[in-house]
């Protein structure tokens, strides 16, 4: 996405001290903020876990309902959120929850991708053969929450180049590129390989064709 323009505005809406309590006993306090005047509209949230100082460690984490409350094992979503609210907790940083269910297509058409899925397609194709993008979406919330939170230099928590790239030509400064745990399953393992393959994803090949 090269030459976006500045998003404009977002202020902070209200702010509230949550305790987070996780399934395998790891508990943090958040304090979680809402926005006013993001691009899109939808209820995105930051959770600010520590203290973020000068340049905080940040992951753009998309809404996975199946993943993030369910414990599906078919993406990797589930333990990326556990994992990125421990490291962001011991080093002072944000973790942006975005309403982007599926990859920006919505949960029912991410379940019709399941099935066909489960046919043969990897999660690209089946997104195509449903005429839908392969990827839809857009960082431009992200990079206001960020600023309206203080910030525009950030040590950035994922695998995926997009978000860094996003970020960049929303004129958020992404100093490095830290990655994220690699959670593989039985279930996601042909998941996990079609995001190194199709989208460059920084997964190691060698460790997903041994799990495959």
Request: charged share 25%; with cysteine; hydrophobic share 40%.
């Amino acid at each position: 996405m090269a030459d976006t323009p500045a998003a404009p505005a977002a202020t902070q809406r209200a702010r509230v001290r949550v305790p987070l309590r996780f399934a395998d006993g790891y508990h943090a306090d958040a304090e979680l903020v809402t926005f006013h005047g993001l691009a899109d509209g939808r209820e995105h949230l930051a959770m600010v876990l520590g203290d973020p100082g000068e340049v905080p460690l940040v992951r753009l984490h998309s809404e996975c309902l199946t993943g993030d409350v369910l414990g599906s094992a078919r993406c990797d979503c589930g333990p990326q959120l556990r994992e990125a609210v421990e490291r962001i907790a011991d080093r002072g940083g944000v973790l942006l929850y975005l309403r982007q269910e599926g990859r920006g297509i919505g949960l029912y058409n991410k379940l019709d991708a399941y099935a066909l899925q489960d046919e043969g397609l990897d999660t690209y194709e089946a997104n195509a053969a449903l005429g839908l993008p392969e990827d839809a979406r857009d960082y431009t919330a992200g990079a206001q929450m960020l600023r309206a939170l203080g910030i525009d230099r950030v040590d950035l928590l994922t695998n995926n180049p997009d978000k860094a790239g996003q970020l960049g030509d929303l004129g958020v400064d992404v100093r490095d590129r830290v990655p994220t745990g690699v959670f593989t399953t039985r279930h996601n393992v042909h998941y996990l390989r079609a995001k190194a393959l199709r989208t460059q994803h920084t997964l190691p090949l060698a460790e997903l064709h041994a799990t495959g």
